[in-house]
């Protein structure tokens, strides 16, 4: 069974300062791997995907991050962070099996500092 | 904006009632996707339909039901409510092959209140 595990409920940083949100995954496949964004009171919002090729992802709004097939780990990045960069932040995971959907992780609430 | 609708944007009701969110998926996005989210589960899969036909079951109770129409939107039929339906619904469609490299868009939620 596909499972995500976001270890930290909580990410402080203060702002211009580099910002990293953890994933980790467990498939059995290849997974396509997603982040994705929720601002208050709105839908979730697709940031960037995984999907073969370059280790390195770059997504929306400055936001990269890195696939690492033996830690089985998709951290998301940004190298200075920005007070509106807070939100809810979500990992996703995917196997290429007929009728296999997204799971999510639990979420990590990322708080920007001024 | 993602192109996805969803009404209503809050629902209230009683508990033992019956319910039904609506979604219109982006344009020319023939897959549908429900979910739940709630404090305690997080954000579930319940069901996906394409070009209307259920194509996988997640975790939805059998009090709960869908349906995509031939103008491609759904509805989420959900009856004999209980106290921990309370939740947001999401509705989310991706592009036409509806395969799993492809990302999902949101709507906006619905936000039921069973009381």
């Known amino acids: 069974a596909q499972s995500v595990a976001q270890p930290e409920d909580q990410v402080n940083v203060a702002e211009g300062n580099p910002l990293t949100v953890k994933c980790t995954y467990s498939v059995s496949g290849n997974p396509y791997l997603f982040w994705y964004v929720q601002y208050p009171n709105r839908g979730l919002q697709f940031l960037l995907k995984y999907i073969t090729g370059d280790n390195l992802v770059k997504g929306s709004y400055g936001f990269e991050a890195e696939f690492n097939k033996s830690q089985t780990s998709f951290h998301l990045k940004k190298p200075s962070a920005l007070v509106s960069d807070s939100a809810l932040y979500f990992c996703?995971?995917?196997?290429?099996?007929?009728?296999?959907?997204?799971?999510f992780g639990p979420g990590t609430r990322l708080s920007v500092l001024p | 904006d993602s192109g996805v609708t969803q009404t209503p944007k809050h629902l209230i009701t009683a508990t033992g009632q019956r319910v039904t969110l609506r979604c219109s998926p982006r344009?020319?996005?023939?897959?549908v996707y429900w979910y739940q989210q709630s404090l305690d589960q997080g954000l579930q899969f319940l069901i996906q339909y394409y070009n209307g036909e259920e194509r996988a079951k997640g975790n939805i109770l059998e009090r709960f039901s869908a349906q995509q129409f031939p103008d491609l939107h759904s509805e989420l039929n959900l009856s004999s409510l209980e106290l921990g339906d309370s939740a947001l619904y999401f509705c989310?469609?991706?592009?036409?092959?509806?395969?799993?490299?492809?990302?999902?868009?949101f709507g906006p939620g619905t936000r039921l209140t069973v009381l």
């Open positions: 344009s020319g996005d023939l897959s």
């Open positions: 996703a995971v995917r196997v290429n099996n007929y009728g296999q959907n997204f799971v």
């Open positions: 989310a469609s991706s592009s036409t092959s509806g395969g799993p490299y492809n990302e999902q868009f």
